[in-house]
């Protein structure tokens, strides 16, 4: 559970840091900012499914 809150975490400050880099037009950094965006974002959907389904190991 604590790496599905990890990655949460990392998602939303991604999401915070593409959307400043936005404003003030910073293509470069909104281009690593939607990156790590995507691939946490993703990370986090799939462990989240993954604890609620039951699938996987327990972690011991």
Known sequence: MALAI????????????LLRSLKIKNMLGSG???????????FTIMTFIDLFTGGGSTGH
């Open 6 to 17: 990890i990655f949460a975490i990392v998602t939303i400050f991604a999401a915070l840091g």
């Open 32 to 42: 690593f900012a939607f990156l790590t965006f995507a691939v946490f974002g993703w």
